[in-house]
């Protein structure tokens, strides 16, 4: 089969994986996972392979079943009522699902930012603390160097570092994002899921984040859902295409966006749909 | 384009705007236009109740504020001659019955019958209890021939008996007695500033030292006491014996010392008196110690009047009561009604916010946590002296008296927490206002945005960490808000509280300089039932009247003193969480 033809019914269900060309090792197996809010199934069987070190996009028409799965993967869908799983996912090898799985140390292995900027009301040193201070980690030595190791990762020392103690309320937008980044990086987690970090952002404030998210790879696993094709293509080395709560296509972004084998991947790269 | 439609457009577009800005047309007077008819009775009743609220306060505010001014006092003559002395209260228009009406020359019956039957009528504050039987007396306009205000007129506030209004006409010092009718003989005050230090130091020592001695006398007594009722064995119970045999003559001689001291100060005091007499002309001779203040009404500048008005403010504020409440001051009840609310805030904030958070946060939402919020909420519609009721039963009669059983037998039988008191009254009260906060505590952590628990929770703080770091913080002013009102509703009770330890008269603060400094055992005075007791208990409800208006006054503005309070903490933790970004 050639990577050009377009496949234009896959078999129901399948997903369509491209042949990869790195050999990083997965960080995280996800494995025939289904996911029901309550009486709606909202993931259908996916099987998927983050690859460790590199950025992976998710994209997908709106409803489709991205933040589920991202959320899945921290389990932060345990807060929400009447949830129901089967499947499996599992990061380095360990099954986060497990009965006897310490949910609290699985999300210190990885790190969150969410849509909106959710800086807590404190000051931006402890928010960036924050996840030491939950750890119980006192030594101020450590946290003062934990912190602006943080900042300077997410690109926010230079502008922060003479208000460190200022509300983290005060930021702009963007500089808010940033400092969720640095919290997020601040437990020093394997797995930094981001899910629309730049939705709220107008476009400077995006690129410095794209930025960010270059200068990130390869310490960090990084998965982020987004909506924009453009980001997709700049930022991230795989890409999986999700629709109806199903993967529909993954493989690597430049084979994904030029070369889709599935019709709908097609259209929706290409802006026909979605 | 051709001609035609150009000059179309042209002319339709202005037609369409100059019909726009019709005024009819853009703003529209008849509400029923705006599909809101009944928009004006929305705003009526809110005017209504504001207008209400606002003349409650203004009428107290009022009434309270001017009760201590000085009056003047006028001498009025009577169409029969007899005279009478006292302050002017109010003046009203009554209905004078068919037998005085009777008695009365045919030219003054015959103006009441021109007025429709109705007459003008004077109160007048006339004091001399002892004397009169009576504070007041209303005088009808028909009866006064003459009214003078004679400047060596005084009101001469007393310990006992409430004021006197009339002359001086001497005093005795040291026994020897000076005839002379002015109120600022040199001699007269020099003796009346004496005499009152005299007072002051009596006081001093029966209260201070005594009370002191007393104290000690009755803590060997019950040392003794326990030791007898405790199961020790005899060389213990001999000690103990021997301890109080040496104590208590050592006490009992202490006491008797400074009782002689005071009944020195006593017997001087004795020495000096003020030598009154009433309009009427019978004389009265008081101990100057037992003037509370001598008013010069009808002599006195501006200055002097705003200094009794403010030394009558002081005494009222930092005294204790007098003469069945009707005079004196309310320290006391302010005291305990701000150490009752603050007890209860304590009392009720824990409580209900980890019931709130248990029920928000850690309970399964079910039909049982249904069934608890639905109860919670009924909990506030019980009446209060339900709750009062049960304060006494449980708090007082089973809890105080297990309390008293195991860690006080040597007073039994009569009861130390067995009883109502502060901290009962307080608790009660915590009951009463719990579902408050439990509300209001509900509703604040339910408004705490999702994203900062997950924010909390995705960088690993466990569930605990982030109610403690996140949640409560974020949720304390509207806990804030709920105490608030929780206070409000609490200090302003008191239908439960007369079961529960509130009493007329407990001149004892529930802090003194004892251990444990804090006696929440005691009863204790409540600004509130004060109002009540003086209002519609005393002897006179018209000299009770100003009091009432000036205890209520106090205990609105102590509400709200303390919601102020608490408002300004919450509004500083508010600002916390107000960015500048949008
Ligand atoms: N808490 C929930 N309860 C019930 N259904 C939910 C819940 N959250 C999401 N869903 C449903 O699950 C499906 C997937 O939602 P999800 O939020 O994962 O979509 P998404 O791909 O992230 O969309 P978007 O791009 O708009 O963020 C949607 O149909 C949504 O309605
Ligand atoms: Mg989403």
Sequence with gaps: MSATTIIERPAEGATVYHPKTSEAAPAVSVRGFSLWYGAKQALFDNTIDIQSGMVTALIGPSGCGKSTLLRSLNRMNDLIDGIRMTGSISLMGDDIYAPAADVIALRKRMGMVFQKPNPFPMSIFENVAYPLRVDGVRDRRIVQETVERSLRGAALWEEAKDRLNESALGLSGGQQQRLCIARAIAGDPEVLLMDEPCSALDPIAT?????????LRGQYTIIIVTHSMSQAGRVSDNTAFMYLGRIIEYGETSTVFTQPRVQRTQEYVTGRFG | MDAPTRAQTEAGIPAQGARQRRPDAIRPDDLRA????????????????????????????W???????????????????????????????????????????????????????????????????????????WV?????????????????????????????????????RTTTGDPRNPALEAAYRAARARWAEIR??????????????????????RVLLGDHPPAEREAAERRFAAEEPRLTAAYQRLAAAAQRLRAENARDTIILQEIGGREVTLPLSAVVRLVRANDMTLTEKIGVYLSRWWEFLSEEPREANTEGGILPAIFGTAAMTLLLVIAVAPFGVVTALYLREYARQGRITAFVR????????????????????FFAYIVGASIDRLFFPEKLPSP?????????????????TVPVVIVATEEALAAVPRSMREGSLACGASKWQTIRNIVLPRAMPGIMTGLILAMARGAGEVAPLMLVGVVKLAPELPIDGFFPFVHLERSFMHLGFHIYDVGFQSRNSEAGKPMVFVTTLLLLALIFLMNIGAILVRNRLKRRFQGSQF
Excluded at chain 2, 34 to 60: D, K, Q, R
Excluded at chain 2, 65 to 92: H, K, M, N, Y
Excluded at chain 2, 154 to 162: D, K, T
Excluded at chain 2, 206 to 221: D, F, P
Aim: hydrophobic share 45%.
């Design chain 2, 34 to 61: 705006e599909g809101e008819p009944w928009t004006w009775l929305l705003g009526g009743a809110l005017a209504l109740g504001i207008v209400m609220v606002l003349g409650l306060l203004l009428l107290v505010a």
């Design chain 2, 204 to 225: 001093r020592i029966e209260r201070g030292e005594i009370g002191t001695v007393n104290h000690h006398l009755e803590a060997e007594r019950l040392r003794l006491r």
């Design chain 1, 207 to 215: 690129a410095k984040i794209e930025e960010l998210i270059d200068n």
């Design chain 2, 140 to 176: 009808p306009d028909f009866q006064r021939s003459a009214a003078e205000r004679p400047g060596d007129m005084v009101l001469i506030e007393r310990l006992e008996w409430g004021v006197f209004v009339g002359r001086i006409v001497g005093f005795t010092h040291d026994g020897e």
């Design chain 2, 416 to 432: 130390t927490f067995g009883t109502g008191g502060l901290l009962w009254a307080s608790l009660t009260l915590a009951l009463l």
């Design chain 2, 63 to 137: 009434n309270g504020a001017t009760t201590f001014w000085p009056r003047p006092i006028e001498v009025v003559t009577l169409t029969d001659g007899s005279r009478i002395a006292g302050e002017p209260v109010r003046s009203q228009a009554f209905r004078p019955g068919p037998q005085i009406i009777a008695e009365l020359p045919p030219g003054i019956r015959a103006r009441i019958a021109a007025d429709g039957g109705i007459a003008d009528r004077t109160l007048y504050r006339t004091g001399n209890y002892d004397l009169y039987g009576d504070d007041f007396r």
């Design chain 2, 374 to 393: 639905i109860s919670v909420n009924n909990l506030a519609g019980v009446p209060s002296i339900v709750y009062g009721v049960f304060g006494l039963g």
